[in-house]
């Protein structure tokens, strides 16, 4: 280690120390990973670099935290309302709970390279929590949060080298509302660089695995949250999604996710690779291990101080009439679009989850959804990059390119002459959207 120290467990001291010598040592970790590993720097994973020094402070946190009545397991197994139970009950203390997880979290980005940075201002917050009369629904919850959540005094980097020059200088909205809430954030997790793609690497962190089978993608672009999630680093967090960036590392990790309706939730301090775009709106959401916890996290988040901090957020509270109704709904579904074929297990799933709706009293009804094909293409695409990728592309100037980007990038770099020419030749094989 570099000179940092721990006192004996118990003291506020020992807190602060650990988390200086976490996020000392992580620093110190990225820069000889990028200095003393190339490998790392092309995105690719180095474990040999890394070990060492997630040993060691492993070893810190299983000492630190370390408590004669409370079962770690225990409280990694709870759900997110039996925790916030037991916390608002008194029953568990936050120190006690951010202890049990912060070490789980070490044990899981050892294995998967998901955290990208820990957050030592936690501390100071959970002092403040002691302080406050009111507690708040997600009083001592700790949370995560994607990259892309602006954080005070901590890099919002996107996986790209240039923006570790900049830290943030204040929380955005949505961390700031979380905060007020109770609620504890004490890291940040991985994704692609740009944000743009379905994988998790990129060149300042390496690849995220997934936590069922190493030798597959988390997902992306909020994959770092779907592998902690998984595994049981964090009992809440929080993504975004343009594309189904928190719908597919939910899937692929195993998870539950809630993409809300656009501008339902502030994005004031999420940060963007495509700055500007508008016609296809991005939404942040919670990622959780079941949906009883993505509800506790919207009712939080539906409140007085969001709608103040944000006054283009439509001031509707979670409304637990309409959750809790027992009414028979009538609900669409459909097993494929006509225009990406679903697998059979996705199309058993959905069948499946129809069975259990019919069941539980609901009317399904099957219909087909109009024009796929065409509105993916006509608006969703060319909405995306209606400057023909430019302003994408202005984030790789001067910065290294992800190996899973470098197909994307080249494509875009193209000249237009040589694009319209590439489409009238794929046109014929691919066949026109209907």
Known sequence: MYGYYIHLPGSRGAFHRLWLLVSCDFCVLRLATLVLCPSCVCGQSCPDTRGGVWVVLLTCCSILFQHPVTDPSGILSMSLVELTEKLQAGALTPEMVLGTYMSRTLEVTRELNCVTDFLPECEEQLQSLQERSD??????????????????G?????????????????????????????AVPFVKTNIPQSMLNYDCSNPIYGQTLNPHNHKKSPGGSSGGEGALISSRGSILGFGSDIGGSLRFPS????????????????KIGLVSSCPGQKS????????????DSLVVAMRALLCDDMFQLDPTVPPIPFNDEVFSSTRPLRIGYYETDGSTMATPSMRRAVLQTKDLLEKAGHQLVQFNPPMVASSLFELAMKGLLADGGSTFLDNFKGDRVDANLRTQVTTYSLPSWLKSLLSVVVKPLVGSPN
């Open 154 to 182: 901590h890099y919002t980097t996107l996986g790209l080298i240039k923006n570790l020059e900049r830290p943030a200088s204040e929380d955005c909205v949505i961390v700031q509302v979380l905060k007020k809430q109770g």
């Open 251 to 266: 899937a692929f990790c195993g998870v539950c996710a809630f993409k809300p309706t656009g501008n339902r939730l502030s």
């Open 135 to 152: 507690r708040g629904p997600l009083y001592g919850v700790p949370i995560s949060l994607k990259d892309n959540y602006n954080y005070q």
């Open 280 to 291: 296809v709106s991005a939404m942040l959401g919670p990622i959780a291990r079941d949906v």
